[in-house]
């Protein structure tokens, strides 16, 4: 690959585009004739000539598979034109067109290293800015509401349970129903065919979950998109809570509810002994709540329901995520950094049976591939340093109260710290405001999405001059013994940035958990000198600048099953005797950070 052919697949497809715009201009204007059917033989000449083309790049890509599936449809189209005008222009709009836009997104990612973006803006979503206004008249100009995108592959019975409980539980919402086949083998697209009213949309050969969504979301006229997986089943006011909460605030771009069964903390476990329970439950769940509405660094879609225009502008799911790990995370940043926020509503909860769209690709190496293609694109771990700690949960409620500010520092791309925000507003109903404090840059963009304030923080002793004010809570994200400054300082200048009764948050690392033998063990070149802070003097230091300790609490961060086995290994080698060692062992492994909560003494 090199920079003319790379220039050369771009311009070889910009005139695919300009033929397929021309056929649709001519079916717009009911003036399509047969001789303008020999852009589809262009067409067909045009996809043998990228199919010949050397791309020598190791990234994996589906483009055999998208344009067999165009061809499909050219052929189709060549036998419809004369027998069914309806078909031929259904397949057109909804097949051809989309497929070939996911054709020329699958390349654009593919040659993106060797030509200049912004000469292909259409090409290259990232490039410029978003505009808002222009979002917010194309959902005005709408022909309804909602489209409802499902994704089905195989797992017909589970599919029929999902649409059925879409058709049963959204009569109180204006929507269209947009069903994808992605290359079913079970009877999936007869199925689909059966539903009255469905707007159905059939991939001959699979191209898994990114683009099976996409053609889905290309196909959809509604003011918002909702995207769904067949693995779900759907609850009375599901939707309509939905777009309750995505239109109460026009800088909500992405909203998703809560699940049975789901990470990044969007479950709420309900016991249930049927379909019928659940449901009946659910509908008692489901009243629309806006304290229990959390703005979030990033969401999983149990549902992503967003304005169809604002995903037709950030250019959808990003084909770049070959077996859809991690297309989550991303989709979620560019919304953010699109200037809108996202919004879990837990006020709504559904069922999820649990990855059956993606459980082929679990069978692979599909979630580290995954995440290194984010670290790839956005030079960020995925879990590090974009996912919340759930240690926020162990904050005491009598911290929270009184507190209309919060200084996030060193709080990375700031998901603990929304989190903190959100549990503020959930329990006291105060929205407080956010500033925020980095020592790494690389984080500020995405604390400019969150945070009313961002600035780059070096140095403890002006840390009142730089958020110039005083605030009602500190949480600080990085552990104190990373710093390098004396204990009696830091507390004082942090005691300076506070309100009279201020809380702090913070943590210090444990500097024998099994990370931190790890570090030792596995950097020969270094010395363990970081510092090592005993609890006592922890908290000594900061009574002295005029703290009291409120909760010292002991956490773990995930770890792999690897360091689970070392650390059973090395507590069992004790003898079977000595079990109080064997638990106290465990601890000192075990837990990764000691957190700490302060607030200043009245006086």
Known sequence: MNNSTATQILEALNVGNEGIRYLDDCIQRGELSLSDLGILNNMLDLLSALENTTLDVSAPNRVNEIIANIRYYIERLEISVNDNVNSFIY?????????????????????????????YPYLYPDVGNV??????????????????????????????????????????????LILVDNGSTDGT??????????????????????????????????KYSAAVC?????????????????????????????????????????????????????????VSDPTKWEERVVLLPNVLCCPTALLDRVGYYDTR??????????????????????????????????????????????????????????????????????????IEPELLSGVYSILGLDSKCGATLLQLKNRIWSERHVKSELLTLTSNDKYKEDLLTISDKVSIFNDFSNLKQQIDKTIDMIFIEEPLDSYNIELSD?????????????????????????????????????????KIYVTDLVCKEANESGFELISIKDYAIPRSSESIAIINKLSHSLSS???????????LLSCSYRLFQMKLKST
């Open 490 to 530: 830091l507390f004082n200048y942090l005691a300076e940035a506070l309100n009279k009764e201020g809380k702090l948050i913070f943590t210090i690392s444990n500097g024998i958990s099994i990370e931190a033998l790890y570090s030792m063990l596995n950097n020969a070149n270094s010395i363990h000198n970081k």
């Open 131 to 176: 505009d808002h206004d222009w979002i917010a008249s194309q959902g005005e100009e709408a022909n309804l509401k909602v489209s409802v995108v499902l994704v089905g592959y195989n797992n017909l019975d589970y599919t029929r349970d999902c649409v059925e409980s879409i058709l049963a539980n959204t009569d109180d919402v204006e929507y269209e």
């Open 189 to 222: 697209k007869e199925y689909f065919d059966s539903i009255s009213g469905a707007k159905v949309i059939y991939l001959k050969y699979n191209l898994h979950v990114t683009k099976g969504f996409n053609i889905g979301l290309m196909a959809a006229e509604g």
């Open 577 to 587: 005797g000595a079990q109080d060692e064997i638990n106290y062992l465990n601890t």
């Open 230 to 286: 067949n693995d779900f089943i759907f609850t009375p006011k599901w939707l309509w809570n939905l777009i309750e909460c995505i239109e109460s605030d026009s800088k909500i771009g992405y909203v998703s509810p809560a699940s049975n069964s789901i990470s990044n903390m969007q479950q709420i476990p309900i016991p249930f002994i049927s379909k019928e329970d659940f449901q009946e439950k659910a509908r008692k769940h489901n």
């Open 321 to 394: 995520f070959f077996r859809g790990e991690f297309v989550d995370d991303d989709i979620s940043f560019k919304i953010r950094r699109a200037g809108y926020k996202l919004i879990y509503c837990a006020d709504t909860v559904t069922h999820h049976y649990g990855s059956l769209t993606t459980a082929a690709d679990h069978l692979t190496n599909s979630l580290e591939e995954g995440r290194q293609t984010f670290f790839e694109k956005y030079k960020l771990d995925a879990w590090e340093e974009a996912r919340m700690q759930s240690f926020y949960l162990d």
């Open 91 to 119: 397949d057109f709009r909804f097949h051809l067109c989309s497929l070939f836009r996911i054709l020329e997104f699958e390349f654009a990612y593919l040659v993106e290293n060797y030509i200049n973006k912004a000469d």
